[in-house]
Structure formats: C-alpha cells, structure tokens
C-alpha cells in the first residue's frame, strides 16, 4: 500500500512541476539541493545537471557549425574550380584542344588518378592517348551504359565490373571509386580514384553536371 502511494505521488508530483516550470524559481535552494541520477558517475545537482545538459548541446551545435562551415568551404572550392573549368574549355580553339583540356583539369583539379574520356565520334586532332576511346554510340560494348546514358545523371561509387573493366582495362583494379558523366551523344567522361571513400554514392552531383554541362556545349561550338 505504502509504495504504491509513494508511486502515485511521484506521479503526482511530476505532472504538477511540468504544469508550474517555474516553480523551482520561487526556490532556488530546492533547485540546488535536487539530485538527479545519471547514467555514469554520481549523482548530480539540478542546476549542475542543466548546465551539462547545456554544454554538451552547445559543443553539439559548436560540432554542427564546423560540419557547415566545411562543406561551404568545400562548395565554394568546387565552384570556382568548375567556373575555371567552363572558361578553360570555351577559350579552346577546336575540339580537339577542348577534350585535352577537359581530361587535363579533372586529372590536375578534381583529384582524379585515372580519367577516362570515351567519344562516340571521332574528334580531328586528337592523338592517341591512354585515356581516350573512340566508340560509336550503338556499339554493343557501351550496353552497361544505356540505362545511365538514357537517364543522364552523374553516377559515383564503385562501378559495375561490365563498366569498370571498359573504362580503365587492364588497370582497371586500381581504382576504387569513380565519379561518371553521362553526356547523351558526346561522350562518357569518368574520374577514378584509389581511394573507395573519394566518390561514393548519395554525394551531392551538381557540380559535376556543371562540368558535364560545360564540355558538351564547348563541344557543340564545333559541330559541323
């Protein structure tokens, strides 16, 4: 009977501070002498509970604001690389000099171990190199790529083996994540890494589409 009463005023009293928050004002030497249990260590005093609980939402927001801070740092990094980027490639003279140069930045700028450019159509001018492909648009090797291609967004992870192994061929175990552009009648132009958290899928594309953006349409200033 006893502890069933002690319950029910517990109970009792609990629901009658959380409809008078302020009580403990007109006592403030309640406040200190409370005690509030804790998951580890002692026991601690009301007030010095609440300002643990305050300091440790405060070193939460403090770790939030520098993870926010980061990432513009990050973003505006990306952006004035991508601006470079667009204004490097419309001041090329042919398109030749435009696919070098797209391959050159992302290598230099964009942390890319291996790029590789795959044109559906050949581009005069253009010397044989390691990093390029010629590969007609309805060539059955660029099957993996229909879906991407048709969709026309950024992929970035671990590519599908069918994928990787076109791509890079025989080094093609070097790279651990890639960030892929799909450009629908131009081109497939991937960026690979060695390192497997470097693109990962869920990272945010819009850069990456900029840049995809830029090179096609610097491209298309020298269709015939």
Request: aromatic share 6%; proline share 5%; with cysteine.
């Amino acid at each position: 009977m006893s502890e069933t009463a002690d319950k029910l005023g517990a109970h009792e009293v609990a629901a009658w501070l959380r409809l008078h928050p302020k009580f403990l004002q007109q006592f403030p030497d309640l406040a200190i002498s409370m005690v509030v249990p804790r998951e580890e260590g002692p026991a601690a005093s009301l007030a010095s509970y609440q300002l643990e609980v305050l300091r440790d939402k405060n070193r939460e927001l403090t770790r939030r604001l520098h993870d926010l801070y980061a990432i513009a740092q990050e973003n505006e990094r990306l952006a004035v690389q991508t601006q470079q980027l667009t204004l490097n490639l419309l001041r090329q003279d042919s398109a030749a000099a435009t696919v070098r140069a797209m391959a050159a930045r992302l290598s230099e700028d964009f942390n890319g171990d291996l790029v590789r450019v795959v044109l559906f159509e050949p581009v005069d001018g253009l010397d044989d190199a390691d990093w390029l492909q010629v590969i007609a648009r309805d060539d059955g090797v660029l099957a993996p790529f229909r879906d991407c291609l048709a969709e026309g967004e950024p992929l970035c992870g671990r590519l599908h083996p069918d994928k990787q192994a076109l791509l890079y061929g025989p080094r093609e175990d070097e790279v651990q994540s890639t960030a892929l552009l799909p450009l629908e009648g131009t081109c497939l132009v991937a960026v690979g890494s060695r390192d497997p958290n470097r693109f990962y899928p869920g990272m945010g594309t819009l850069f990456l589409r900029m840049m995809g953006e830029a090179f096609a349409t610097a491209l298309r200033r020298f269709d015939a």
